[in-house]
């Protein structure tokens, strides 16, 4: 990416949908990022539609992650973070006092690039987050962890072998069995950072169909450097560019008809 | 990468110079080495167990002596000449004064193997290697033939009265007498006590019944009770499988028994046990203290300056010589801990003390200390090795940091906390020089675990194979009978310490197989 254009493109005012209040889940308000005095978010300000799916492109480095970790608190656990600006959870600072960073990550739930189940039994990892809560009876606890694998699209072929290790999965059964352990504890909000990046066509489209069928339950966030997996799956799409957000609306609208030429440049596959 | 992966499968790579045999001449040199050093244990030390021959020897003046071959050695007369002397084991101490005597092979007239010789090891006094004459019953002589096979019937029974009557000792006499001992005023306890009692002395009198006389190679004659007998063969009428039967019992015994005739003769077991015990609670110690201290290092403190001192002190820990810190377990554990237990718990039986010297205690806390470092280090590695985005998907689930650790850090670090027990286990279980100072001894029969209460007996002092070895070989009066144990019991030091490593490197794989079936997925 060359200085002229980043500098040219830092000028100009971001085109943003205007979701209502009443219909998001999260509103992000002028959140700005750094590493250790390195910018990474600059003055960010969106909000993320309830029980849709909003997908995040951007080319690589822009700060797709670094906006989604800040989303669950992730950042916390780096010293090197500074942080401005603020992030609602249903109306509420997620920074707030009354907040616990534990039940916060509970409601926003992440699922990572590289699938990464714990070396327990398939079961095991399910109730992995179940087990952090207060204790519950077999019975209950197993209906859970067969609606979060049938939600996962993933019981059909584990429900015989549910006590071997997880690491006997293909990656694209690790990363289905990872988005039932986090649908298992019922978050409000998944977020998603590349989750079919490192696998298959065959598993990516899977995950593509299982991210369409989740959306009536919880708002899905999706990070994507593929332009088409946002196109097919997602209801809106921000660009972000250099830690900025360029355009965000929705994706028929940002695919067919972007407003800025940044986007256009981008979506068209001049700068990708 | 792929032509280096081809030349190795082919042998050594051509072409890079001497370095390839370089490297591989001194892994040989090494694996030489330590197959050398087995090997001489083994053949010293297992060689001692086998029954070895009774040769009767004729000199030259018509003396004659009967003993068993130990070696030769080429020496010089005063005035100069060669002579080559040859070491007889002769057995017989109370009679000769000595059990070992040096012959100048040019001396020897004939020397044979006579069937009927025997060698017969006493409770006290040492072997005799004589040649059975009679059996006598009460001080009378019997005639009964064949002699060798009754008097071995005739054993068999005085030991199967000894077996009868310890076990009376141990299991019916000591507890009554414990039990009186503490003030119970019964007259049922006291009225057992004394029936027990008279049976043992029907036993004593039993066993003392039979006696064999014999008769030495230099034509003295003698009585030997039974009753003092331990175990009795004649090596020269032992078929080599008879031979092979003996020498699996003797290593037995050896393993099995406490020590006799100071250490110099019967088994070490009491040094086994005190080993393995020693170690296992020196395990049982470091291994929390080494795991919190690295789990704090590594995941509580606040990554400075600080704790990058604090790594490198660890570090430079484990390079203290062993024997620091026995000087430092006898100050502050023995005399500063101990010393004030004592004034506390053990008051009415000062000035002796209880906890104020050397015991297990003690010597399992130094060696903890000593390896503390090991494991540390060992676990700060593991812990660093685990991937960020395991512990980012345990707090992504609403994990606290504790969760985290609990249930997946620590889990999954289990494997490198168990190779930092193996190292403290091998560094540990050859220690000895710190041990002389705070609990090792020369001779506790009584092990330091039993059946009375409170059964883990911590403040007793125990045996340990490596100071064993060192005692039998330096401080005992007869060194020709201690050095074939020196080198079987530094075999079976490094035997003990091999099991004890083994047990937890099975115990890590089991470990690592059940987590970790598919790391390369
Ligand atoms: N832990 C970190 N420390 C310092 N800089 C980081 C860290 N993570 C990301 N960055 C930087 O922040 C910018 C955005 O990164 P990231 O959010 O990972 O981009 P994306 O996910 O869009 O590829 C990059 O320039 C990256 O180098
Ligand atoms: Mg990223």
Same mark, same amino acid.
């Given at each position: 990416m060359s200085?002229? &254009?980043?500098?040219?493109?830092s000028?100009?005012?971001?085109?943003?949908i205007?979701?209502?209040?009443?219909?998001s889940?999260?509103?992000?308000?002028?959140?700005?990022?750094?590493?250790?005095?390195?910018?990474?978010?600059?003055? &960010?300000?969106l !909000?993320?539609?309830?029980? $849709?799916v909003t997908?995040?492109i951007?080319?690589?480095?822009c700060?797709?992650?670094?906006?989604l970790? $800040?989303?669950?608190?992730?950042?916390?656990?780096?010293?090197?973070?500074?942080?401005s600006?603020?992030?609602?959870l249903?109306?509420?600072d997620?920074h707030g006092?009354?907040?616990? /960073?534990?039940?916060?990550?509970?409601?926003?739930?992440?699922?990572f690039?590289?699938p990464?189940?714990?070396p327990?039994?398939i079961?095991?990892?399910?109730?992995?987050?179940?087990?952090?809560q207060?204790?519950?009876?077999?019975?209950?606890?197993?209906?859970?962890?067969e609606?979060?694998?049938?939600?996962?699209?993933l019981?059909?072929?584990?429900?015989?072998?549910?006590h071997d290790?997880?690491?006997?999965?293909?990656?694209?059964?690790?990363? !289905?069995? /990872?988005?039932?352990r986090t649908?298992a504890?019922?978050?409000?909000?998944l977020?998603?950072d590349e989750?079919?990046?490192?696998?298959d066509?065959i598993?990516?489209?899977?995950?593509?169909?299982?991210? !369409?069928?989740?959306?009536s339950?919880?708002?899905?966030?999706l990070?994507t450097?593929?332009?088409?997996?946002?196109?097919?799956?997602s209801d809106?799409?921000?660009?972000?560019?250099?830690?900025?957000?360029?355009?965000? $609306?929705?994706?028929?609208?940002?695919?067919?008809?972007?407003?800025l030429?940044?986007?256009?440049?981008?979506i068209?596959?001049r700068?990708? | 990468?792929?032509?280096?992966?081809?030349?190795?499968?082919?042998?050594?790579?051509? @072409?890079? +110079?001497?370095?390839?045999?370089l490297?591989?001449?001194?892994?040989? =040199?090494?694996?030489?080495?330590?197959?050398?050093?087995?090997?001489l244990?083994? @053949?010293?030390?297992?060689g001692?167990?086998w029954p070895a021959?009774?040769?009767?020897?004729?000199?030259?003046?018509?003396r004659?002596?009967?003993?068993?071959?130990?070696?030769?050695?080429?020496?010089?007369?005063l005035?100069?000449?060669p002579?080559r002397e040859?070491l007889?084991?002769? @057995?017989?101490?109370?009679?000769?004064?000595?059990a070992?005597?040096?012959?100048?092979?040019?001396s020897?007239?004939?020397?044979?193997?006579?069937?009927?010789?025997?060698?017969i090891?006493?409770q006290?006094?040492g072997?005799l290697?004589?040649?059975p004459l009679?059996l006598?019953?009460? @001080?009378?002589?019997?005639t009964?033939?064949?002699l060798w096979?009754?008097?071995t019937?005739?054993l068999?029974?005085?030991q199967?009265?000894?077996?009868?009557?310890?076990a009376l000792?141990?299991q019916?006499?000591?507890?009554?007498?414990?039990?009186?001992a503490a003030?119970?005023e019964?007259a049922e306890a006291?009225?057992?006590?004394?029936?027990?009692?008279?049976?043992?002395g029907?036993?004593q009198a039993?066993m003392?019944?039979d *006696?064999?006389?014999v008769?030495?190679?230099?034509?003295e004659?003698?009585s030997?009770?039974?009753?003092?007998?331990?175990?009795?063969?004649?090596?020269?009428?032992?078929?080599?499988?008879?031979?092979?039967?003996?020498w699996?019992?003797?290593l037995w015994?050896?393993?099995?028994? +406490?020590?006799?005739a100071?250490?110099?003769?019967?088994?070490?077991?009491?040094?086994?046990?005190?080993t %393995?015990?020693m170690v =296992?609670?020196?395990?049982?110690?470091?291994?929390p203290?080494?795991?919190l201290? *690295?789990?704090?290092?590594h995941e509580v403190?606040?990554?400075?300056?600080?704790? +990058?001192?604090?790594r490198?002190?660890v570090?430079?820990?484990?390079?203290v010589?062993s024997?620091?810190?026995?000087v430092?377990?006898?100050?502050?554990?023995?005399?500063?801990?101990?010393?004030?237990l004592?004034?506390?718990?053990?008051?009415d039986?000062?000035?002796?003390?209880?906890?104020g010297?050397?015991?297990?205690?003690w010597?399992?806390?130094?060696?903890?200390?000593?390896?503390?470092?090991?494991?540390?280090?060992?676990?700060?590695?593991?812990l660093?090795?685990i991937?960020a985005?395991?512990?980012?998907?345990?707090l992504?689930?609403g994990?606290?940091?504790?969760?985290?650790?609990?249930?997946?850090?620590?889990?999954?670090?289990?494997?490198?906390m168990?190779?930092?027990?193996i190292?403290?286990?091998?560094r540990?279980?050859?220690?000895v020089?710190?041990l002389?100072? %705070?609990g090792v001894?020369?001779?506790?029969?009584?092990?330091?675990?039993d059946?009375?209460?409170?059964?883990?007996?911590?403040?007793?002092?125990?045996?340990?194979?490596?100071y064993?070895?060192?005692?039998? +070989?330096f401080?005992?009066?007869?060194v020709? *009978?201690?050095l074939?144990?020196?080198?079987?019991?530094?075999?079976?030091l490094v035997?003990?310490?091999l %099991?004890?490593?083994?047990?937890?490197i099975?115990?890590r794989?089991?470990?690592?197989?059940?987590?970790?079936?598919?790391r390369s997925?």
């Amino acid at each position: 990416m060359s200085e002229t &254009l980043l500098s040219r493109a830092s000028g100009a005012r971001p085109a943003v949908i205007e979701i209502p209040a009443a219909a998001s889940c999260l509103a992000i308000d002028d959140l700005s990022l750094r590493y250790a005095g390195q910018s990474a978010l600059e003055g &960010l300000s969106l !909000r993320i539609p309830r029980h $849709a799916v909003t997908a995040f492109i951007g080319p690589s480095g822009c700060g797709k992650s670094t906006l989604l970790r $800040a989303l669950n608190r992730l950042h916390d656990l780096n010293d090197e973070v500074t942080q401005s600006g603020r992030v609602l959870l249903e109306g509420e600072d997620i920074h707030g006092p009354g907040v616990a /960073v534990a039940q916060l990550r509970r409601r926003v739930g992440m699922v990572f690039q590289t699938p990464n189940p714990f070396p327990m039994s398939i079961y095991e990892n399910v109730a992995f987050g179940l087990r952090l809560q207060a204790p519950l009876k077999k019975r209950r606890r197993d209906e859970i962890i067969e609606w979060a694998l049938v939600s996962a699209a993933l019981w059909d072929e584990v429900k015989d072998r549910l006590h071997d290790s997880a690491w006997t999965l293909s990656g694209g059964q690790q990363q !289905r069995l /990872v988005i039932a352990r986090t649908l298992a504890v019922q978050p409000e909000v998944l977020l998603l950072d590349e989750p079919a990046s490192a696998l298959d066509p065959i598993s990516s489209l899977k995950i593509e169909e299982l991210i !369409r069928n989740l959306k009536s339950r919880l708002s899905v966030i999706l990070v994507t450097h593929n332009m088409q997996q946002a196109a097919r799956v997602s209801d809106y799409t921000a660009f972000l560019e250099g830690g900025e957000l360029v355009e965000y $609306a929705a994706t028929d609208d940002l695919f067919t008809n972007p407003r800025l030429a940044r986007t256009e440049d981008y979506i068209t596959g001049r700068m990708s | 990468m792929r032509r280096w992966r081809v030349a190795s499968r082919a042998g050594l790579p051509r @072409g890079e +110079g001497p370095w390839p045999w370089l490297a591989a001449g001194s892994l040989a =040199l090494s694996l030489l080495m330590l197959a050398a050093l087995l090997l001489l244990l083994a @053949g010293r030390g297992l060689g001692h167990f086998w029954p070895a021959p009774v040769e009767l020897v004729t000199l030259d003046d018509g003396r004659q002596l009967a003993g068993q071959r130990v070696r030769e050695e080429r020496r010089q007369t005063l005035q100069g000449s060669p002579l080559r002397e040859r070491l007889y084991r002769t @057995g017989n101490r109370d009679l000769e004064g000595d059990a070992w005597r040096w012959v100048p092979v040019a001396s020897i007239a004939t020397h044979e193997h006579p069937a009927d010789w025997a060698v017969i090891e006493r409770q006290r006094w040492g072997e005799l290697i004589v040649r059975p004459l009679a059996l006598e019953e009460n @001080g009378r002589r019997l005639t009964e033939a064949p002699l060798w096979e009754s008097f071995t019937a005739r054993l068999a029974r005085v030991q199967a009265l000894r077996v009868e009557r310890d076990a009376l000792r141990r299991q019916v006499i000591a507890p009554l007498a414990r039990h009186l001992a503490a003030g119970h005023e019964d007259a049922e306890a006291q009225a057992r006590l004394a029936e027990a009692r008279a049976r043992v002395g029907e036993l004593q009198a039993a066993m003392a019944r039979d *006696a064999l006389v014999v008769e030495s190679a230099a034509g003295e004659r003698l009585s030997v009770p039974l009753e003092e007998m331990v175990a009795a063969w004649r090596p020269n009428a032992m078929s080599p499988l008879q031979k092979l039967a003996a020498w699996g019992a003797n290593l037995w015994h050896f393993l099995s028994e +406490g020590p006799r005739a100071a250490n110099t003769a019967g088994g070490v077991w009491p040094a086994i046990f005190g080993t %393995v015990l020693m170690v =296992l609670l020196m395990s049982v110690l470091v291994t929390p203290f080494g795991v919190l201290a *690295a789990v704090y290092l590594h995941e509580v403190a606040p990554q400075g300056r600080l704790t +990058g001192w604090v790594r490198i002190a660890v570090r430079n820990l484990a390079g203290v010589p062993s024997i620091v810190y026995g000087v430092f377990g006898l100050g502050v554990f023995v005399y500063g801990i101990g010393g004030r237990l004592d004034e506390w718990f053990f008051a009415d039986s000062l000035p002796s003390p209880t906890f104020g010297t050397g015991g297990l205690l003690w010597a399992s806390l130094t060696l903890a200390l000593l390896t503390l470092p090991v494991v540390i280090v060992a676990t700060e590695e593991g812990l660093a090795r685990i991937p960020a985005q395991q512990r980012e998907a345990a707090l992504a689930l609403g994990a606290t940091r504790a969760e985290m650790l609990r249930r997946v850090v620590l889990p999954m670090a289990l494997p490198a906390m168990l190779t930092g027990v193996i190292l403290a286990i091998a560094r540990a279980a050859g220690e000895v020089a710190p041990l002389m100072l %705070v609990g090792v001894a020369k001779l506790a029969p009584q092990v330091p675990l039993d059946g009375d209460f409170p059964y883990l007996h911590l403040e007793r002092k125990f045996m340990h194979l490596g100071y064993h070895v060192f005692d039998v +070989g330096f401080h005992s009066g007869d060194v020709e *009978a201690a050095l074939p144990l020196v080198y079987a019991t530094a075999l079976l030091l490094v035997g003990v310490i091999l %099991v004890l490593n083994l047990t937890a490197i099975l115990l890590r794989h089991h470990l690592r197989m059940r987590h970790a079936r598919l790391r390369s997925r």
